[in-house]
């Protein structure tokens, strides 16, 4: 079963400030899911990542493929306080069985 | 835009009695999934389901666990003989192929369910 690691577990920062976090696996993914969620509500599916190499740009939010397809990242540009919540990424296997790293959790202050 | 529904919110249940967990997913969707979510730690995944029957289960999903396609859009999460430990949110969750081997999962807004 493959194992997803995300970090930081934490982040804190101010409204307006640029911030990345990141994705990563000891194996190849076939694709990658980044969801956020916020307290008492499902999982919100952001993006799908499949190519290697490949970026994605939603709005402020920019979603970055590892060449390798191990890793993954997401940088959210001038954050704002309705961007805080638990970011997760997954990773499926032929879509039987989601893996879901522990998440970011990113707070922004006004 | 469709989405994924689940009802109850909120189910609160007694030790040993058994709950049902329901599930409307997108229309057209092939592959259904429950996960769990214990209070501040990560999703886990609980059992797929694809053309009426289960296609893969994790190791949380034992005999205490059963889910049915009972007609054309409910599917449901059985639990019997409810635990404390089974308190947590389930989540149900649809997805369809995108292309080859790659899909996009769509979650509902989950179910809390609090065993007393």
């Known amino acids: 079963t493959q194992l997803l690691e995300q970090s930081p577990q934490f982040l804190s920062i101010q409204e307006g400030e640029n911030l990345t976090v990141y994705c990563n696996s000891s194996s190849v993914f076939s694709s990658l899911q980044w969801y956020r969620q916020e307290p008492g509500e499902g999982p919100v599916l952001l993006v799908t990542?499949?190519?290697?190499?490949e970026v994605k740009k939603l709005k402020r939010l920019t979603f970055q493929f590892g060449d390798a397809r191990k890793d993954s990242s997401l940088h959210i540009t001038a954050a704002q306080p309705g961007d805080t919540g638990l970011y997760l990424c997954?990773?499926?296997?032929?879509?039987?069985?989601?893996?879901f790293g522990p998440g970011t959790r990113l707070s922004v202050l006004p | 835009e469709p989405e994924v529904t689940q009802t109850p919110s909120h189910q609160v249940t007694q030790m040993g009695q058994e709950v049902i967990l329901r599930c409307v997913p997108i229309?057209?969707?092939?592959?259904f999934y429950w996960y769990r979510q214990i209070l501040g730690q990560k999703v886990e995944f609980l059992v797929s389901?694809?053309?009426?029957?289960?296609?893969?289960k994790s190791e949380i999903f034992d005999d205490q666990f059963s889910v049915e396609r009972p007609d054309g859009s409910n599917f449901t999460l059985k639990i019997r003989s409810t635990k404390l430990e089974d308190s947590a949110m389930y989540f149900c969750?649809?997805?369809?192929?995108?292309?080859?081997?790659?899909?996009?999962?769509?979650f509902g807004p989950g179910t809390r369910l609090t065993v007393t």
């Open positions: 229309s057209n969707h092939l592959y």
């Open positions: 969750a649809s997805s369809e192929p995108l292309w080859g081997t790659n899909y996009e999962q769509y």
């Open positions: 389901f694809y053309n009426n029957e289960i296609s893969e």
């Open positions: 990542v499949v190519t290697g190499g």
């Open positions: 997954a990773e499926s296997s032929y879509g039987q069985n989601f893996v």
